[in-house]
């Protein structure tokens, strides 16, 4: 099955109130085990790539390892850039057969931010792509996307952009935020927030970034084996599932495949100090990020059997 648009997706989401994942991948075994997740769940699925993604796989390999990902599965899969951060990185992924991008103009002034998304719309839009974009900005560390602080969305603001840019969904700032240390003391997401806004963009779907869990079983397990991550806190799973009944049709996750992996090899390694066979401790990383997506489409986003 080709690669197809997150429009139906997100029709379907918004009406049956869950949400779809969007799982960033890196390498082969993270797309193998998500795709094996999502066709054991007969779930839909967003396959999304940073530029640290592209940068370090390279575009062609990635989309030849998305050509041999959709040979066997009649899954909706769409394939999404991460945080693009100006319109030519939008265009080059465009051009290469990606159905969904994300133009990031969230560290911009509103109005520049206009101008570049609107410019990226334009040109995805004549070749039946579809854009997110941002408005507000995540406190935390993703790759390149830095911020100290959380500004959240402004929903008389939301309205303005959308209505200016055409975008044909939008990231939102509620409380999630990038990376592994998310919160210190009590997490929230400003709910009222988020029900404003839909109330001002009806049937429109909205995005969650930073939406990561960080899992303490992986956490535990990546310290207990040589890691050093203390004092990581995510995103509890309630709230997020709060979130996917609502407007929030798209739910970003990437800490947490990287912490299902990190502890799996560690603990891997340990425990078999004589294997040096890759496909060994790659395997059993793969097998985690299965179980990690599967976890997330049923307890999470709800999406199982909704393919």
Same mark, same amino acid.
């Given at each position: 099955?080709? #690669?197809? &648009?997150? +429009?139906?997706?997100?029709?379907?989401?918004y =009406?049956?109130?869950?949400?779809?994942?969007?799982?960033n991948?890196?390498?082969?075994?993270?797309?193998?085990?998500?795709?094996?997740?999502? @066709?054991?769940?007969?779930?839909?699925?967003?396959?999304?790539?940073?530029?640290?993604?592209?940068?370090y796989?390279?575009?062609?390999?990635?989309?030849?390892?998305?050509?041999? $990902?959709?040979?066997?599965?009649?899954?909706?899969?769409?394939?999404?850039?991460?945080?693009?951060?100006?319109?030519?990185?939008?265009?080059?992924?465009?051009?290469?057969?990606?159905? &969904?991008?994300?133009?990031?103009?969230?560290?911009?002034?509103?109005?520049?931010?206009? $101008?570049?998304?609107?410019?990226?719309?334009?040109? %995805?839009?004549?070749?039946?792509?579809?854009?997110? $974009?941002?408005?507000?900005?995540?406190?935390?560390?993703?790759?390149?996307?830095?911020?100290?602080?959380?500004?959240?969305?402004?929903?008389?603001?939301?309205v303005?952009?959308?209505?200016?840019?055409?975008c044909?969904?939008?990231?939102?700032?509620?409380?999630?935020?990038?990376?592994?240390?998310?919160?210190?003391?009590? =997490?929230?997401?400003?709910?009222?927030?988020?029900?404003?806004? %839909? &109330? #001002?963009?009806?049937n429109?779907?909205i995005?969650?970034?930073?939406? @990561?869990?960080?899992?303490?079983?992986?956490?535990?397990?990546?310290?207990?084996?040589?890691?050093?991550?203390?004092? $990581?806190?995510?995103?509890?799973?309630d709230?997020?599932?709060?979130? %996917?009944?609502? =407007?929030?049709? +798209?739910?970003?996750?990437?800490?947490?495949?990287?912490?299902?992996?990190?502890?799996?090899?560690r603990?891997?390694?340990?425990?078999?100090?004589?294997?040096?066979?890759?496909?060994?401790?790659?395997g059993? @990383?793969?097998?985690?990020?299965?179980?990690?997506?599967?976890?997330?489409?049923?307890?999470?986003?709800?999406? &199982?059997? +909704?393919?």
């Open positions: 099955m080709p #690669l197809v &648009s997150p +429009k139906e997706m997100f029709e379907g989401a =009406a049956g109130g869950y949400a779809i994942g969007a799982f991948v890196n390498n082969m075994e993270i797309i193998q085990g998500i795709m094996e997740a999502g @066709s054991e769940e007969n779930a839909p699925l967003i396959l999304q790539v940073s530029a640290g993604a592209k940068k796989a390279g575009l062609g390999y990635i989309m030849k390892l998305m050509e041999a $990902a959709l040979l066997d599965t009649d899954l909706p899969v769409v394939l999404h850039l991460d945080h693009g951060a100006n319109f030519e990185i939008c265009k080059e992924v465009i051009d290469g057969g990606f159905t &969904s991008v994300m133009i990031d103009g969230s560290h911009l002034p509103f109005e520049e931010n206009i $101008a570049e998304t609107k410019k990226v719309v334009e040109y %995805a839009h004549e070749r039946g792509v579809w854009v997110e $974009a941002e408005l507000g900005r995540l406190a935390g560390v993703e790759e390149d996307v830095v911020s100290e602080k959380t500004i959240y969305t402004d929903p008389d603001e939301a303005e952009f959308v209505e200016r840019t055409g044909d969904s939008l990231a939102i700032a509620i409380g999630t935020s990038h990376g592994a240390y998310k919160f210190t003391g009590e =997490a929230k997401l400003d709910f009222d927030r988020l029900d404003k806004i %839909a &109330s #001002l963009l009806p429109y779907p995005v969650l970034h930073g939406a @990561s869990s960080v899992v303490p079983e992986f956490v535990a397990m990546a310290n207990e084996f040589g890691g050093d991550i203390a004092g $990581a806190k995510g995103v509890p799973e709230l997020l599932r709060k979130a %996917a009944s609502k =407007a929030v049709c +798209k739910i970003n996750i990437d800490t947490d495949i990287r912490l299902a992996m990190t502890g799996v090899i603990k891997f390694m340990a425990e078999n100090p004589t294997v040096f066979d890759p496909r060994g401790y790659l059993a @990383s793969r097998e985690a990020v299965k179980e990690m997506v599967r976890h997330k489409i049923i307890n999470v986003l709800g999406c &199982s059997n +909704k393919a």
